[in-house]
């Protein structure tokens, strides 16, 4: 059985109402298209994808999708949804028995999910995934204002996606489709045609994203559940004639690093924690020592500045370790105020920013007090919708 899915984003999401379209909008750093693409192409059972997209995305489909482990073509959709599948339909192989259509507009579906609907639908010929009413569910008179009748909850569900049809089924349904006749889902237009749909249980997190709550709830769920970590680290050699700063604070001392910019080891060594956590390179790329922009460049503005750089990537950072290895000073007056300084940079609570200062004991360039070494971890979060 080759089963080939068809994910449909052909809208534009107007009811989230932003200038990015609604299937291109980021949880956790991955686009709601690409979330939703990910779950079939890494489904054991499934052979080939066909995404379908608004005309003017078709050419930057592969670019938004990523790549991709079984075949994957993008074609344009129609005016409808029922137009977007028929494309969408024309452009699997012949060979395809088995076709799941889903909505990018669904990113959290999961394998078994899929699977109970593979399965449903090789046994029926097509099914639905769906949740049972949790509410009592009233049937309205909407002119009146009134209520008609209580509609047996038990005999209510909600629909959801991926919907499974073998081929003749979904060929037939969108013949029907291709008339007048407006679907809000390719099972009603099968069950138009005659044919049983099966329902199989669907997944109360497999939720539809339509609008910006629906966004906000969705990025603070994967806040909870997928946070991203990275490491940095830095050192500068102590020499005369230069100021000890850490996290913008000016450290009284004799010597101070050598370096292009301020030579801020715990914003340097923060930067390139987050910089990894993001998968966005590291401090010598975003700021090269060469560049005349970053001379004596304030270690709390290149922290800012990658703030932005990892919130373009959907993230920002939740909390964040650092240690300072360093022989002379003591650090033990400053930390507090480096505490607050990156607190307030970083806008979060003090308590989510760890300081620590070590000596090395006296063990080599650090230890003999020639040179200021830091370690820092930092966790980042999905972004907040702005
Ligand atoms: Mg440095």
């Known amino acids: 059985m080759l089963i080939g899915v068809i994910v449909v984003a052909g809208g534009r999401g107007q009811r989230l109402g932003g200038a990015v379209p609604k299937q291109l909008l980021e949880i956790g750093g991955r686009s709601l298209l690409r979330r939703s693409v990910d779950a079939f ?47 969408g339909l024309g452009a699997l192989s012949p060979a395809v028995d088995v076709i799941l259509v889903h909505d990018a507009a669904r990113p959290f579906v999961d394998a078994d999910l899929i699977t109970r609907v593979i399965r449903a639908t090789s046994d029926v010929g097509a099914a639905v995934p769906g949740v049972q009413a949790k509410d009592t569910v009233k049937r309205v008179d909407v002119g009146a204002g009134l209520i008609a009748e209580t509609v047996p909850r038990e005999e209510v569900w909600l629909a959801q996606t991926p919907q499974g049809f073998r081929r003749q089924v979904l060929e037939d349904a969108v013949a029907l489709g291709a008339t007048d006749l407006a679907a809000t889902d390719e099972a009603m237009l099968a ?23 629906d966004l906000v709830r969705a990025r603070a769920t994967m806040s909870a559940a997928a946070p991203r970590v990275g490491t940095g680290y830095d050192l500068h050699r102590l020499v005369e004639g230069r100021v000890l700063v850490l996290a913008g604070v000016v450290i009284p001392f004799e010597r101070g690093p050598h370096a292009h910019s301020d030579g801020d080891v715990v914003c340097h060594a923060l930067v390139d924690a987050m910089l990894g956590a993001a998968g966005a390179g590291d401090v010598g790329r975003h700021f090269p020592n060469t560049d005349v922009r970053w001379k004596n460049a304030a270690g709390l503005d290149l922290l800012t500045r990658t703030m932005a750089i990892v919130a373009e990537a959907g993230w920002r950072c939740a909390s964040a370790d650092v240690t300072v290895v360093l022989e002379r000073p003591k650090l033990a007056p400053h930390v507090d105020r480096i505490r607050q300084a990156l607190a307030d940079t970083l806008g979060v609570a003090v308590s989510a920013i760890g300081l620590k200062g070590k000596t090395n004991e006296g063990v080599d360039a650090v230890g003999r007090g020639d040179a200021i070494a830091s370690h820092a971890v930092a966790v980042l979060v999905p972004e907040d919708v702005r």
């Open 191 to 213: 069950e138009k045609a005659g044919y049983p749909v099966a329902i199989v249980r669907g997944d109360d997190r497999n939720t539809k994203i339509t609008t910006a709550e």
């Open 41 to 87: 192409d890494r489904h054991p059972d499934i052979t080939e994808l066909v995404v379908v997209l608004p005309q003017d995305l078709v050419d930057d489909g592969r670019m938004l999708v990523g790549d991709t482990a079984r075949t994957c073509r993008f074609v344009a959709g129609g005016a409808r949804r029922q137009d977007s599948v028929r494309q």
